[in-house]
């Protein structure tokens, strides 16, 4: 299903709405402006494009009456900050969004050049067109619309926007720890989301952690023959598969003692609302061509992708694997292993496990090292979380129809990042079309979900308005 741009205007108010109906091609201009800055952050030569990207966004959310603006210096790519701060006992929303975007390669594969956008057929096509550029040119909008119609906004407003998200947010968290004494909020609403399969209104509540290690296994000082030693010596390779083949049992489950230990459970009313989610198993297993989706036995695909944890082998190596025979038992082998956790699941605390338990089970003959190589926390937001309340019965007010609750089985950091610096509740939202192309050749974004969005953000703050400030 398809959401029609028959819904817009729905959600806002009046005077907001005859704010936006007069200035729809200015908004729609200047986001597409915003599209033609090459904002790449994982490449260097695009820095100062991130920086005029900053530059950029920083003008415009002055122009909106924003206040405080600022770039600020991270020994990054900027972060980009501003707020209006004038509603007196009203809570406080802090938004996260981010200006930079994915590289464009295979540049060819595009029907446009990536960074000169077009309109066609109610979509927009241009890297960073959905991620994330869609929802903070929504937010700025949003703002931008009240500000003007009103001379005040509902609630109080903090705007983060960095431009490092694509590179792994270095400068961040460090970032927020610095500025926490002015960052105080209600909530952060982490705006780098989207709906849900067919274009459905979707608030993401779950979100899996990361933790990876890489097992090393040292059999004898070098290769040696196969003839002279073999059958007196561990074989490496031999021992990591053993390893590996016995850290998950048929059923699917992971065999590491203690890996369960703080998985929050799925309720009775979690799994109900996740089975009547729209989801074509069918097509996904058509689409990555494999002859049947396999997971832990007693959940379902989207259970096991998005609220069940995992083990993976992410890549192996050792001995040869050239062309013909080579009769050696290797010197060494080694394997790269990552796990998707889920709340309440620690990255450190699982990768200690992971140590201990593959160190006790290495068979004698060889030495094995587990190195912890780094992880992200999960995040889990309750649904009865004021300002996750207020998000839903915007979206059904503005979209036409209630938003479904998501647990993503893929990680955004930062989420965690504002829990744990700034200890605050996380709502993760966002107006991307599900498919939308983001990371990918001919990413667009719907402008119905554009025009849409920016009146259920408004829709928003005057829902969130009315629930007392922390
Ligand atoms: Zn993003």
Redesign the pocket.
């Known amino acids: 299903m398809t959401i029609s741009a028959a819904s817009v205007g729905a959600g806002s108010t009046p005077d907001v709405e005859a704010y936006l109906g007069k200035t729809a091609g200015q908004r729609l201009q200047r986001y597409l402006d915003f599209l033609r800055i090459p904002s790449i952050s994982g490449i260097p030569e695009h820095a100062p494009d991130c920086r005029r990207a900053a530059g950029k966004l920083a003008d415009d959310l002055r122009a909106a009456g924003l206040e405080h603006v600022e770039v600020s210096e991270t020994g990054g790519h900027p972060i980009v900050y501003a707020d209006w701060l004038h509603a007196g006992g009203a809570p406080t929303v802090l938004l996260y969004g981010?200006y930079d975007v994915q590289p464009v390669d295979p540049v060819d594969e595009w029907e446009a050049a990536p960074f000169e956008p077009i309109v066609r057929d109610g979509r927009v096509l241009a890297r960073g067109a959905s991620?994330?550029k869609s929802n903070i040119s929504i937010a700025l909008s949003a703002a931008e619309a009240l500000l003007a119609a009103r001379g005040a906004l509902p609630v109080n407003l903090r705007l983060v926007f960095e431009g490092e998200?694509?590179s792994s947010s270095v400068h961040l968290e460090p970032w927020l720890v610095a500025n926490a004494g002015r960052l105080a909020a209600d909530v952060a609403l982490v705006a780098?989301?989207g709906f849900f399969a067919g274009n459905v209104p979707a608030i993401t509540v779950g979100l899996r952690g990361l933790t990876a290690v890489e097992i090393h296994v040292q059999g004898p000082f070098q290769d040696v023959h196969s003839g002279v030693f073999g059958g007196a010596i561990e074989n490496p390779i031999n021992a990591l598969a053993g390893i590996i083949a016995s850290l998950k049992g048929p059923d699917g489950r992971i065999r590491v003692p203690g890996f369960y230990d703080e998985v929050v459970a799925l309720s009775q009313e979690e799994r109900m609302a996740m089975a009547a989610l729209p989801f074509d198993e069918e097509a996904m297993r058509a689409e990555l061509d494999v002859p049947a989706l396999v997971g832990e036995s007693g959940w379902t695909t989207l259970e096991r992708r998005g609220a069940r944890p995992t083990l993976d082998v992410n890549g192996i190596w050792g001995g040869f694997s050239g062309e013909g025979t080579k009769t050696i038992i290797p010197g060494r082998a080694g394997a790269k292993i990552t796990c998707r956790l889920v709340a309440n699941q620690d990255p450190a605390r699982i990768s200690d496990l992971l140590r201990a338990h593959i160190t006790e089970i290495a068979p004698p003959g060889v030495r094995v090292e587990v190195v912890a190589m780094g992880g992200g926390r999960p995040t889990l937001t309750p649904r009865d979380l004021p300002a996750t309340r207020a998000f839903a019965v915007a979206l059904e007010a503005s979209f036409g129809r209630p938003p479904v609750f998501v647990r993503e089985g893929g990680s955004?950091p930062v989420a965690a990042s504002f829990e744990a610096s700034l200890k605050l509740p996380v709502t993760v939202m966002g107006f991307m079309p599900p498919n939308g192309n983001?990371h990918a050749p001919n990413e667009w974004m719907d402008l119905a979900n554009f025009e849409t969005g920016i009146r259920a953000l408004v829709a928003f703050f005057d829902e969130y308005a009315a629930h007392p400030a922390g």
């Open positions: 981010h991620d994330d998200e694509e780098d989301s955004i983001f």
